[in-house]
């Protein structure tokens, strides 16, 4: 190996050669894994093929069940929504109004105003339903 050299210079070159040196007996081994690999590939892919038609029957016979929990906690999840979405609403109106006191002005204006959004868009929005009806007519 190099004669002795101090540094970080130094530290690094001998790094280097030894990594020199030592590669050709690294790219054989990695050659030799990957010639590996490529004969056991085949006898992979047959004992895959082989199972795979159990092991999708067992998740064939696992659907069900499952497919019946999700279910389930999709009506819990729309049961709950509306409460969810009250909460948030309520939330958000006392924050609103939090913030508009905070700004000096008043914080029932600030809920009569979302109120009255709120009212607003519904009637639009009935009144969109009532002439979507009346034209397919």
Partial sequence: MAKQRKGLVGTAERLLEEVAERAPGAAKRVAKVGR???KKAPGVARTVSRKAPGALKGVAERAEPVAKRV???????????????????????????????????????????????????????????????????
């Fill in 36 to 38: 590996d690999v490529a």
């Fill in 71 to 137: 279910a389930k906690l999709g009506a819990d999840v729309a049961k709950r929504a509306p409460d969810v979405g009250k909460r948030v609403a309520k939330a958000s109106r006392d924050q609103a109004a939090s913030l508009a006191k905070r700004a000096g002005r008043s914080p029932t204006a600030s809920r009569a105003k979302t109120a009255g959004k709120s009212t607003a868009k519904k009637a639009s929005a009935s009144a969109k339903s009532a002439a979507k009806r009346t034209s397919k007519k």
